[in-house]
C-alpha cells in the first residue's frame, strides 16, 4: 500500500451531466476533486455523509438547505449530514474539493 496517490492515474467518473469526480480514501475520509463543467447543473440531494469543501478555481451558485450563495475559489463550506443542497455552473465551470465522512460508499470506483 502506498500513501501517496497520483491524481492522473485517477479514472474520473460523471455523477450528473457535465460534473464529474475523481476520489481518494481512506478508513474514516473521502477526498474527491469535482470537475463542474461550464453550465452544468447538480439535482438536489443529500446523503449520511457529512461534507466539507473548497472552491479551488471557478465558481457556482450553491444551493445548501435554504440557503443559496454564489461561491468563487477561495471559499469553504460545510454540509451537514442529511441537508438537501445543488449547484448549477456558471459559464466558466469550476473546480472544488470535497471531503466526506464517513467515505462515501457509492463514490468508491
Known amino acids: 500500500m502506498s500513501y501517496f496517490i497520483d491524481p492522473e492515474k485517477i479514472e474520473s467518473f460523471e455523477i450528473s451531466p457535465g460534473v464529474s469526480l475523481k476520489t481518494a480514501w481512506g478508513k474514516n475520509v473521502m477526498m474527491s476533486v469535482v470537475t463542474i ?25 450553491f444551493t445548501i438547505g435554504d440557503e443559496t450563495k454564489m461561491i468563487q475559489e477561495g471559499e469553504m463550506y460545510i454540509i451537514p449530514s442529511n441537508v ?13 474539493l470535497d471531503i466526506f465522512s464517513p ?3 457509492d463514490y468508491k470506483k
Do not use: C, W, Y
Open 84 to 96: 438537501e443542497h445543488s449547484l448549477s455552473a456558471t459559464d466558466q465551470g469550476a473546480i472544488a
Open 37 to 61: 463543467l461550464a453550465g452544468a447543473k447538480m439535482e438536489s440531494h443529500s446523503h449520511k455523509n457529512e461534507q466539507a469543501g473548497i472552491v479551488l478555481e471557478g465558481e457556482f451558485l
Open 103 to 105: 467515505p462515501r460508499t
